[in-house]
């Protein structure tokens, strides 16, 4: 890959993107993260910031909202949508 | 295979499956069952057992278990939900089968949580709950098709309509027959890491389920507004305000009504009694402390009635988001807000509800601050503070009595965040762990599970004054009447009692009723009110009615402002304490409670008292 990877958090609101894999060197976040349904391949896309640091932010996953900080989003890469 | 063994103990089901998927509507429609409905993650911290009857007149045992994702158990009530179903939880037989219930508008987020279950080597049968919502948000399930990517039977479900729910119990008739004997197929295990049950759980749906693309549902919606970083907490602030002022002005009425009748059966018991001993352990005893406590039946109704309704709708996740950078600033997790937000009704379900966090270190701090929350107990006592004191005047729209009632909330909070940052900075250092929950879709909150949980609350509040609160009231009655010469309180053995605290209670204004009434209040908080009902009624012949009016005449302002700082701290209830060592396995934990309580509670009483005097108030 010639470019820097987008993270979900780099993302504006509403940009519907794919998770291309997770980055996190821990792996029990990447547990976290998958057990609660985020997975490769999904259609996410940033719904709501918290006030103070656009943090907490939620996403909308396939049909369900998570809500979560953005040092844990930090560790989904995404790629933009095709469709 | 005897029939036999399937008439003498019936088929075990437990239900599991994600947070809010719908498992305790479906186990309180199925088994009539008194068990609380939520709307937000966790709220079944313990699992329940209950009790239906198939159509065919079988019985089937239910376990209602917590919610988990995955099957690690990361947090301590999901292991209790995996031990379960492994059968390695204590003095509870193994269920035989697993009813794994998804809210079927998540089917594409969740589904693989199915297929991990399938590796407890139970048989299980994968129930898609909420179907009318999904396919009023354009999803389609081809349940065939599922059954043949899963392996498992499927089926669906409205748990709370019993239409929805006939299709399930003609299905389980059939079904746990086959579990008695045996003969259920078991599933094949999934093997592989999460990574490659996700990805066959996403070629399932792939295969089976359809969606119309739905640029915004109605959550969606309402989210925009509820979520918006400044609006959302706007709301916020005045939805909490909204309940505080509710309890004071709405429950008037209500509380007029009872305390006329507790007068009206005082004056009934006097009539048919003759005067003495009987008539005062009956009159001033019984009546005057249940009495004092019952009358605030009506607000402990209505601030119930509010929390239950946050949750059974939705909206107590986003509360949960909303105020996560607050918590994450004196480094709690986010999940520490639903703990701390039932605490204010009781510490005890919210020290237990502390077992959705998954960092140890975060969920002793959040143990140790939920007592400063400030619970449904020491409402009486602000109640009485607030009547004798604060006028009943307007500010603006508002109660002033509400308002200073929503101050001391207030400051309970404000220190909770003080004492949270202290100890994460020394004792439970460490790091501390995300908020990642999910937010469900709002909901209606199903009416008669809404009336059930408000009928609950109400009735555990009267319980206690029957079996905390009466009790308390006649032994106080017997310490404050005997000996029978004595000339005043002071000569009595409660009087005896309370001259022992009193040197350490007189420098923060208490007085000697005051003192003796806070040994009675270690078993519930309340029990302050009750206790000082009696002490003033076998006092002060005929002193009846409202004990605000009593307290009003016989106190200065500023010790009556010291005993509300001192309850806005104090560490009293000893039902807390036991829970606080169940959850620790320590004694350390609950002593230190303790002790820092105690330490908060008279240095505030002091401060209070001495400012008041300052100002002549005293």
């Known amino acids: ?83 | 295979m005897s029939s036999v063994e399937t008439q003498t103990r019936p088929v075990r089901l437990a239900l599991l499956g994600a947070p809010n998927c719908g498992k305790t509507s479906l186990f309180n429609a199925l088994t009539g069952g008194r068990a609380k409905v939520a709307n937000y993650p966790g709220v079944t911290v313990e699992y329940r057992k209950g009790v239906f009857d198939l159509p065919d007149g079988r019985a089937i045992e239910l376990l209602d278990l917590p919610g988990v994702y995955g099957d690690t158990g990361k947090s301590m009530d999901e292991r209790v939900a995996i031990d379960a179903v492994s059968g390695r939880l204590e003095n509870e037989r193994a269920p035989d089968a697993i009813l794994f219930v998804l809210d079927a508008a998540h089917i594409e987020t969740h589904l693989h949580n199915v297929l991990q279950a399938k590796n407890y080597g139970l048989p299980i049968v994968l129930v898609l709950n909420m179907m009318d919502m999904a396919a009023r948000d354009g999803l389609n399930i081809d349940i065939p098709a599922l059954e043949q990517e899963l392996g498992i039977p499927v089926v669906n479900c409205v748990a709370v309509r019993a239409s929805g729910r006939a299709h399930l119990l003609d299905f389980l008739t059939e079904w746990s027959g086959d579990v008695a004997y045996g003969s259920a197929p078991k599933p094949s295990e999934e093997r592989g890491e999460v990574r490659e049950i996700q990805q066959r759980a996403r070629s399932a749906t792939r295969h089976a389920v359809s969606r119309i693309p739905q640029t915004e549902t109605i959550t969606h919606r309402i989210d925009k507004i509820v979520l918006h970083p400044v609006l959302g907490l706007l709301i916020l602030l005045a939805i909490l305000f909204v309940m505080f002022q509710a309890v004071y002005t709405w429950a008037g009425p209500a509380m007029d009504l009872i305390d006329s009748a507790i007068g009206g059966l005082q004056g009934a018991v006097e009539a048919i009694i003759p005067d003495g001993l009987l008539q005062s352990v009956i009159v001033d005893g019984a009546i005057a402390g249940v009495g004092a406590v019952l009358v605030f039946l009506p607000q402990i109704v209505i601030l119930f009635a509010f929390i239950l309704l946050l949750e059974a709708s939705g909206y107590m996740a986003r509360a949960a988001f909303l105020v996560d950078t607050l918590m994450a600033k004196v480094g709690l997790n986010g999940r520490a807000f639903i703990p701390l937000l039932s605490s204010f009704a009781c510490a005890i379900p919210g020290i237990m509800a502390a077992r959705t966090i998954e960092q140890e270190k975060d969920r002793l701090t959040t143990i140790l601050i939920a007592p400063l929350m400030t619970c449904s107990a020491r409402w009486p006592v602000y109640f009485m503070i607030i009547a004798a004191f604060i006028p009943q005047g307007r500010v603006g729209p508002f109660s002033q009595q509400g308002l200073v009632a929503f101050g001391l909330i207030l400051v309970g909070i404000l220190f909770a965040f003080i004492m949270a940052f202290i100890f994460k900075k020394t004792l439970s250092r460490g790091e501390s762990g995300g908020l990642l929950i999910e937010l469900p879709s709002y909901k209606t909150p199903v009416f008669r599970d809404y009336l059930m949980g408000i009928w609950d609350r109400a009735m555990i509040f009267v319980n206690r004054a029957g079996r905390i609160i009466l009790p308390a009231s006649i032994i106080i009655w017997v310490l404050t009447t005997f000996p029978r010469n004595a000339g005043s309180i002071g000569e009595t053995y409660a009087g005896m009692l309370g001259n022992i605290l009193l040197p350490i209670l007189k420098p923060i204004g208490f007085n000697l009723e005051m003192s003796i009434a806070l040994i009675p209040a270690m078993a519930a908080r309340e029990v302050a009110v009750s206790s000082l009902a009696t002490i003033y009624a076998v006092q002060g012949d005929g002193i009846e009615g409202q004990m605000s009016a009593v307290i009003a005449s016989q106190w200065s302002m500023a010790t009556g402002l010291a005993f509300l700082a001192w309850f806005v701290f104090a560490p009293q209830c000893l039902s807390t304490f036991a829970i606080i060592r169940k959850e620790t396995h320590s004694w350390k934990w609950p002593l230190f409670a303790f002790g820092y309580l105690f330490v908060l509670a008279y240095a505030a009483a002091a401060v209070t008292y001495h400012t008041a005097v300052a100002f002549g108030l005293g």
């Open chain 1, 1 to 83: 890959m010639s470019q820097m990877p987008t993270r979900l958090t780099d993302l504006a609101r509403s940009t519907s993107t794919r998770i291309l894999g997770f980055s996190s060197a821990d792996e029990k976040l990447e547990i976290r993260l998958r057990d609660i349904g985020f997975a490769e391949g999904d259609r996410v896309e940033p719904l709501h910031f918290g006030l103070f640091g656009r943090n907490p932010m939620s996403v909308r996953l396939n049909g369900a909202i998570i809500a979560l900080r953005r040092e844990d989003a930090a560790a989904i890469l995404v790629e933009p949508a095709n469709t």
